[in-house]
């Protein structure tokens, strides 16, 4: 294990993918509405203030509870009330979740560039406070859900990621499927990065081809102001820590097949 300070370095850069394996881009702001945020003034606002997105539908949040009567196991559901609504963009690349307990924004493909998404979700995430007023933000987070299609089931996965699934010696075998997960701490922030490979099974005649989806999932754990001109900051440093996992686990094979 590396004993080296840890420095987050916003400004380095990073290669352009033209191809970039992206699956959905999301940032997430976990917070608690203020009382009187309901459905139906919230729907008015957001229906109002909203260009080029339209309604989805509201969701609720139920409670299962098993309970023993007379020696039989009865299951109860409570209603716990509304939970939020979703929006999608006109070109359904973009979805929106603004909830009771936070707010999420949600990029589909073709992914267009960081400034774009961040601006957005920062604009969309003050439409949101208006009506919402969340005291602050407990935790922000960004995550890239990415699908690196295999040529064959077979492909040796060491071309592919820096560091693929160990196998015991003697069972040098293809892998038919893997799943890998840490969660690093960042030291001296609050910061933490999830790191999850995985190949799901591949049968001959699926309709997809196979593949190694790498979800990166980075977030702050520390209560935050909830002013865009705090999060930007925060943002930023998630979207470097987010990039060095990306291209610190691909092969450069596999990066220059991207590019």
């Not at 960042?186 to 005649?205: A, H, K, N």
């Not at 865009?228 to 930023?236: C, G, I, S």
């Amino acid at each position: 294990m590396s004993t080296k300070p840890f420095t987050i370095d916003r400004s380095e850069t990073f290669p352009h993918l033209s191809q970039a394996p992206l699956v959905e881009a999301v940032i997430e702001f976990r917070a608690r509405a203020a009382e009187g945020f309901d459905e139906g003034s919230a729907r008015t606002h957001f229906e109002s203030s909203l260009k080029g997105y339209s309604f989805l539908h509201s969701s609720r949040t139920f409670q299962h509870n098993s309970i023993l009567e007379e020696g039989t196991w009865k299951t109860q559901v409570e209603d716990l009330g509304w939970k939020g609504m979703r929006f999608q963009s006109d070109d359904k690349t973009r979805v929106i979740q603004f909830n009771r307990d936070g707010f999420v924004f949600s990029r589909l493909p073709p992914y267009v560039d960081w400034t774009s998404f961040s601006s957005e979700a920062l604009s969309l995430w003050d439409l949101y406070r208006a009506i919402a007023a969340p005291p602050d933000v407990q935790r922000t987070g960004l995550r890239y859900i990415n699908r690196i299609p295999l040529p064959l089931v077979s492909t040796d996965l060491d071309s592919i990621l820096k560091k693929g699934p160990t196998l015991p010696d003697g069972l040098e075998l293809p892998v038919l499927e893997f799943q890998q997960q840490e969660t690093l701490v960042v030291p001296e922030t609050s910061y933490f990065i999830r790191l999850t490979r995985s190949m799901p099974p591949f049968f001959p005649g699926a309709e997809q081809a196979p593949g190694i989806v790498f979800d990166i999932d980075v977030f702050c754990g520390l209560a935050t102001d909830p002013e865009p001109k705090v999060l930007r900051p925060v943002l930023e440093d998630l979207r470097w820590l987010k990039n060095k996992a990306f291209f610190g686990f691909l092969t450069r094979e596999t990066l220059e097949r991207l590019k």
